[in-house]
């Protein structure tokens, strides 16, 4: 300490152990020393743990932990907003989708344009709808035609028929008048037998 040194030293002093610190003085060329018991620095020091400590458990429950809940609270809103956003919503406009299609309005399609795997699935959905409404509207276009020439057909039909009567009604009308004649020529025939048989008795 004489020399203006620094340092830390246990001396024993007056029958106790004492810790002593000492620095020199700018103005001297000595250093100045201060002597502690090192009972009353431990205990100095036991007091400042559970300062510490004690300090550290506040910090935690009424600073730390509150801004911990506020973070997680904000980074769970932010965690459904993005699956509500991405997954959520474009799944459930995918289900009113199918629903309407399935309902017969085949022209409804999912507004999806989002790159993940749901936006691909909407393209592929909306591209089988049109294939879906394709197929229909030519089905609907081939029922036409088949029911167009069903009818025609049966017109046709009807027409033949009618010839078929107005044949049935002549031929009907031709035998009458050849059964008619055959009953005539009989008669006739009898007559003359009898015409003849009188003759001959004549």
């Known amino acids: 300490m004489k020399k203006g040194a620094m340092g830390f030293k246990i001396v024993n002093l007056w029958g106790k152990e004492q810790y002593i610190a ?57 965690v459904f ?19 309407e299609i399935s309902g017969g309005k085949l022209g409804a399609r999912s507004d999806i344009v989002s790159e993940n795997e749901i936006g691909q699935l909407a393209s592929t959905f909306n591209q089988m709808a049109s294939q879906l409404q394709k197929y229909y509207s030519g089905l609907e276009q081939k029922v036409k035609e088949r029911t167009a020439e069903t009818e025609e057909s049966k017109k046709q039909l009807e027409v033949v028929n009618v010839e078929i009567q107005k044949k049935l009604e002549e031929l009907e009308r031709t035998n009458n008048l050849m059964v008619g004649r055959e009953l005539k020529m009989t008669e006739m025939k009898k007559e003359i037998e009898e015409l003849k048989k009188k003759v001959n008795e004549a």
């Open 22 to 78: 000492y620095a020199p003085l700018e103005s001297t060329k000595f250093s100045l020393g201060i002597f502690v018991e090192k009972e009353m620095m431990l205990k100095a020091v036991t007091d400042l743990q559970k300062e510490v400590k004690n300090s550290t458990w506040k910090m935690i429950f009424y600073r730390i932990l509150p801004i911990s809940s506020f973070i997680l609270v904000g980074i769970w809103l932010a």
């Open 81 to 99: 907003w993005y699956v509500n956003r991405r997954v959520i919503k474009p799944l459930r406009n995918l289900t009113k989708t199918a629903e």
